[in-house]
């Protein structure tokens, strides 16, 4: 009798083993469904030219679809990404792939962009200089000292004709140590980006990124030298950016469709035309 009572005794425990992992795995399914189906999301809102475009221009088209948008204040990039990465906001369309593969690189995260959107062009702008032609022999250029934005302000300069970069090196990683001619012996004084604008009568010219000459006020238009839908490259696009998990979701394609949409591309027509626009939009 004690035999057949350890006997069942076992297969009773076996049992609630089998339950127990059937109730996880569908308690797993269903939070795998509730994330490809949720209505409310999560983003990151800062004072940037792409977040208030996703503000005024996308948000309206989401809400009508039933979403329920709940935006983040998170200023510090880092930080940002790493929100993402833990789930604590669902997207955010506030850098560019160059950027998130740097991030991924460094902290180990797991993000990826799923659309390029509207990109305000990085930019070359008045320092105490107010045209090209006034550049001279010994010039200071600011520029930021960000990784992906210092290699795509010394790609602009490159497309200037100012300076010549080693054509060997991947374009998306240069520094000043690859630069292979300057003639006009330029010097480059490399700083956080936001600081800038406010140093600017310092130097001869300065390099804006987009967001930068955004939220300084400066007047995008007075741009000196930008850059085009020419010479941008692709991983500098502004983009939808979210953790790589989420990219099959629903409401992840929604928001794709949303930029893509035709009341999308006729709320574009009315927002300037210093953008450069992604080949969906043009």
């Known amino acids: ?27 797993s399914q269903k939070a795998s469904a509730d994330q490809g189906t949720k209505k409310v999301l999560k983003y990151r809102v800062m004072p940037t030219a792409t977040s208030d475009l996703f503000e005024a221009g996308v948000k309206p088209i989401l809400e009508k679809k039933g979403y329920k948008l709940e935006a983040v204040n998170i ?89 010549t970069l080693d054509p060997s090196k991947d374009p998306n990683h240069v520094t000043a140590a690859d630069i292979t001619s300057n003639p006009k012996n330029l010097n480059f004084k490399e700083m956080k980006g936001p600081t800038i ?23 995008f238009n007075s741009v000196l030298y930008p850059e085009t839908e020419k010479d941008i490259n692709d991983k500098m696009y502004m983009a939808i950016c979210i953790n790589e998990k989420n990219k099959d979701t629903q409401w992840a394609k929604d928001l ?23 080949d969906y939009l043009r």
């Open 197 to 219: 604008p406010s140093v600017r009568t310092d130097a001869a010219y300065i390099i804006l990124r987009g967001s930068d000459a955004y939220n300084a006020k400066i007047d």
């Open 1 to 27: 009798m004690k035999i057949w009572k350890a006997i069942g005794a076992l297969l009773v425990s076996s049992l609630l083993l089998v339950t127990a992992g059937c109730g996880g795995s569908s308690d």
């Open 75 to 163: 200023k510090d990039s880092v930080q940002r990404e790493m929100a993402l990465e833990e789930g604590q906001i669902d997207f955010h369309v506030d850098a560019h792939q160059a950027w998130i593969d740097a991030i991924n690189d460094s902290k180990g995260t797991h993000l990826t962009t799923i659309l390029a959107t509207p990109t305000v062009p990085t930019g070359l702008y008045a320092g105490s200089k107010t045209s090209l032609d006034q550049v001279a022999d010994g010039d200071t250029i600011l520029v930021p000292n960000d990784a992906s934005n210092l290699a795509r302000s010394y790609q602009l300069l490159s497309h200037l004709g100012w300076i």
């Open 256 to 278: 794709v469709a949303a930029y893509k949409s035709p009341e999308f591309k006729d709320f574009m027509k009315t927002q300037g035309s210093f953008w450069i626009l992604p």
